[in-house]
C-alpha cells in the first residue's frame, strides 16, 4: 500500500485538499481510501457468501438516528468525522459497522 500512496502523492494537491489530507476534521485522504477498501471487499465477500447486501429500511432508520446522537457524526455532511463515511449511504450496507461500535 505504501507504493501505491506514493505513486499518486501530489504535493500541489494535497495543499488544495487539507481537510481531507491533514485530518483536522476526517481521517487523512488515504485512511479513507483504505477504509473504501475494506468496505468494497466486505460488500464482494458478502455477495458471494449469499448475504444480502443491502438492510432493512427499518435497520437504516435506527442506525442514521444513532449517528445523529454522536459527537462524531458532522450533521451538515451527513459524515462521520472518526471513519470519514457518508453515512446515509454507509448505514445502508448489511457489512458495515459503526466505527466506535454503536451498531
Not at 502523492?9 to 481521517?27: A, I, S, T, V, W
Not at 443491502?54 to 459527537?71: A, F, N, T, W, Y
Amino acid at each position: 500500500m505504501r507504493f501505491v500512496r506514493n505513486l499518486f502523492r501530489n504535493k500541489k494537491r494535497d495543499k488544495e485538499l487539507p481537510q481531507l489530507l491533514n485530518g483536522d476534521d476526517y481521517p487523512d485522504f488515504w485512511t479513507q481510501v483504505e477504509g473504501f477498501k475494506k468496505f468494497a471487499e466486505s460488500v464482494n465477500q458478502g455477495s458471494k457468501d449469499g448475504t444480502p447486501l443491502l438492510v432493512s429500511e427499518e435497520v437504516s432508520k435506527l442506525r442514521i438516528e444513532e449517528c445523529g446522537r454522536c459527537d462524531y457524526y458532522d450533521k451538515q455532511q451527513n459524515r462521520c468525522r472518526k471513519c470519514g463515511c457518508y453515512m446515509k449511504v454507509k448505514v445502508k450496507f448489511t457489512n458495515t459497522a459503526c466505527p466506535i461500535g454503536k451498531w
